[in-house]
């Protein structure tokens, strides 16, 4: 009996196959692809991998129309570009499903491993996914990997294959109808095709980062005065802010400034409270992404990407969870053992080991398929570990650290200063305890303002009490971190989506910005073209409609089918909407399209023309030289103002030309051919009395004048 256990990339088939090994595991190969043979409890194995998604949705005939409905799933190297080498890795699979009397899906658990397991069964092996088992893990170490393959599933799971399954669909539905609309009303509107495209959970980003650049376009600042007391105590100097933080009248700010100014200042009251700091919940993985954009400017993206990586090493939990709660049956006092023995976590964990419970701090947010991220005990070889990688490990290894230690312990100082009966208020706070801050305190900004002592009534030494004027400022821009969120707080997009959205509206030239994210005007065109004339393609509300959908049919409580069908129906109606109105959409969108083209071709342009400093100097060395030397070269006299025509050289482009010898006080300039010999020839040109010269190239001579406008250009021969 030969059991074949499919992983979702190399890399995990590899650590599938070393953990379950009872002996050794042998590598061998098909083609390219590399799979293992091992024993385990009898039994023969083969692990091989996929490498992500084999197989991929596309029309069933070639057709440019929409709507577009009659799709299959086929390999994805006959639908994309760039993927030709997943026809080995179907090739093997097909292979060694032959060989198998046993089939086990052990690709990520989540709706995209349930649904490259489910079409890898059907579409490689041809296989009945029902017939299949399923693996679920966590974290690839050697216990997990075990622990999986003594507690088999009897089955895949069939609510999130459906789920993934359903999303899939309605993605490519939506994702490349609306595109072709879109290009269709540009093609009917200007007779060029041109691609433009949006999606189901693409178009409603797209739309509230949109709403944002209105509110900030539409902002009135509104002017305010703040009042300030400067006081000094022991030979410090210190700031206390008016008790009313905005003045909305001058004249106001005025007088309340002016009667301060008439009395003593005295310390009216002195108010000191304390305050438990509980430690930050586990990671899921938007709080992972936020934290990792403040502490390091890393891109949603990127941190999905490196939170990867890591946990194809064995040193973290599986990524693609939100989950705010750490697994119940791991052994914490193991990982911490191991943390312990890097110096940099050692005193950490060996105070949380002399704890009697281990009892984590946890938040409410919960993920049936995953725990929150944390570190697996698995020991990383620093020296492997890029700088990214150590920064998000380390990340990751102080939180699960800091969940477990004591609440930080924070003291808050309020002196309330009465002047002429006007208070002001004088701030501090320090940290009492550290708690969990000595751990995760690298990550977390608290203001330590340490104050000196003050007693009820002392008098106060003011050296200056004045008014400032301020405005109200609009509000910020999305950054990376916050948009993800957005998203997540609307619940549109998937925790493992989201990232890969927001990166595919910036390679659509919608937006622009990696700290601060600004539409561009052809995003700005495109909500503004669809809100005004079918406004469902950049609604919110249907998307999460749709997402709520998805989450019913992973519970087993809606039929993946009929919500395919809804969509479709829906889609349906918003595209004969389109079609109705499509040359007035191309019209709106053509301008901002063009005028984003011929952005991007003048910023490509300018990179290709970028030298190096070096290189600069070079040239600029060089046509100084040519400059000396050439001078002599005169071509004719200044039609302006009679000085002498000379051949010079740009300093930048090294490129030649004509120029007047009075400049800068005369102007005049000719381009010139930048190939052959130029040879004066004392004639003027009849026609715009310009200079005529010779050049000689290449075996050929031909005359003209040095003004390109001139008639006798054309007809040089």
């Not at 995209?112 to 079409?119: A, D, H, L, S």
């Not at 690839?140 to 999303?167: C, H, Q, S, V």
């Not at 090294?654 to 190939?675: A, D, E, H, I, M």
């Not at 052959?676 to 004392?682: A, D, K, L």
Request: some cysteine.
């Amino acid at each position: 009996m030969v059991t074949l256990i499919i992983a979702e990339k190399p890399n995990v088939a590899r650590k599938i196959a070393q953990a379950l090994a009872e002996g050794k595991a042998i590598r061998k190969k098909i083609g390219d692809v590399s799979y293992y043979e091992l024993t385990r409890d009898g039994k023969k194995i083969i692990v091989a991998p996929a490498v992500g998604h084999l197989f991929t949705l596309a029309p069933k005939s070639k057709s440019w129309g929409y709507p577009q409905f009659d799709i299959e799933w086929v390999p994805v190297y006959a639908a994309e570009k760039g993927k030709s080498y997943a026809r080995d890795y179907i090739k093997a699979l097909r292979e060694l499903a032959k060989r198998a009397d046993e089939f086990i899906v052990a690709c990520d658990y989540d709706t995209e491993g349930e649904v490259i397991g489910y079409t890898a069964l059907k579409y490689a092996c041809g296989v009945d996914p029902s017939k299949a088992k399923r693996m679920k893990f966590s974290a690839l170490t050697k216990r997990d990997i075990l622990n999986a393959w003594y507690n088999l599933e009897p089955t895949i799971n069939f609510g999130m294959a459906d789920a993934g399954i359903a999303r899939h669909i309605l993605d490519w539905y939506w994702g490349v109808n609306l595109s072709r609309a879109l290009s269709h009303a540009i093609r009917r509107a200007s007779g060029k095709w041109m691609v433009l495209s949006t999606g189901r959970v693409q178009g409603p980003t797209l739309k509230f980062l949109v709403e944002r650049e209105a509110e900030i376009k539409n902002f009135v600042p509104t002017p305010y005065w703040v009042i300030k007391m400067i006081l000094e105590k022991e030979g410090k100097q210190y700031t206390a802010t008016y008790e009313k933080e905005r003045i909305l009248n001058e004249e106001e700010a005025k007088r309340i400034v002016k009667e301060a100014k008439q009395g003593k200042a005295f310390v009216e009251k002195i108010e000191v409270k304390q305050q438990k700091r509980n430690p930050p919940y586990p990671f899921d993985l938007g709080t992972l992404q936020r934290e990792a954009y403040s502490a390091f400017g890393y891109s949603p993206k990127k941190t999905l990407d490196i939170a990867q990586r890591l946990y194809e090493a064995s040193l973290i939990s599986y990524p693609r969870t939100s989950s705010q709660k750490l697994p119940k049956n791991v052994n914490f006092r193991y990982i911490l053992q191991n943390l312990a023995k890097l110096p940099e976590y050692k005193p950490f964990a060996h105070e949380l080991l002399g704890k009697s419970n281990l009892k984590p701090v946890e938040g409410k947010k919960d993920d049936p398929a995953h725990p929150a991220i944390y570190p697996t005990g698995e020991l990383p070889e620093l020296s492997k570990l890029n700088q990214e990688e150590r920064n998000l490990y380390d990340l990751v290894v102080r939180r699960f650290l800091a969940v477990f230690a004591e609440p930080a312990v924070r003291e808050s100082v309020k002196v309330i200063i009465n002047s002429n009966n006007h208070r002001f208020i004088l701030s501090g706070s320090r940290t009492l305890k550290e708690g969990w801050l000595k751990i995760y305190g690298k990550y977390v900004k608290f203001d330590e303002i340490i104050l000196p002592q003050f007693r009820e009534g002392e008098l106060i030494k003011v050296l200056q009490i004045r008014k400032e004027k301020k405005k109200t400022k609009p509000p910020a821009r999305y950054s990376p971190a916050s948009i993800i969120k957005k998203m997540e707080d609307l619940g549109i997009g998937t925790k493992a989506t989201r990232a890969q959205i927001l990166e595919t509206l910036y390679n659509r030239g919608y937006i622009e910005g990696k700290k601060k994210i600004k539409v561009t005007p052809l995003g700005m065109q495109v909500v503004e073209a669809l809100e005004k004339h079918v406004p469902d393609i950049v609604s919110v509300k249907l998307t999460r409609e749709f997402e709520e959908k998805m989450e019913q049919i992973m519970q087993r409580r809606l039929n993946k089918d009929k919500v395919i069908e809804d969509a479709k129906e829906q889609l349906i109606k918003i595209l004969k909407e389109f079609k109705a109105k499509e040359m007035d959409i191309g019209k709106e969108l053509m301008q901002k399209l063009l005028e984003s083209e011929e952005r991007s071709k003048k910023k490509k342009r300018g990179k290709e023309k970028e030298i190096s400093l070096e290189e600069q100097e070079k040239v600029k060395r060089e046509a100084e030289k040519e400059n000396k030397a050439k001078d002599y070269i005169v071509v004719g006299k200044c039609p302006k103002c009679g000085g002498d025509l000379v051949v010079r050289y740009n300093r930048k482009s090294g490129k030649r030309f004509v120029g007047c010898s009075n400049w800068p006080n005369c102007n005049v300039t000719y381009p010139l051919l930048q190939r052959g010999e130029v040879i004066p020839t004392g004639k003027i040109c009849p026609e715009c009395k310009a200079p005529i010269v010779k050049i000689r190239e290449k075996g050929r001579e031909f005359e003209v004048c040095l003004d390109i406008k001139c008639n006798r250009w054309k007809r040089k021969s």
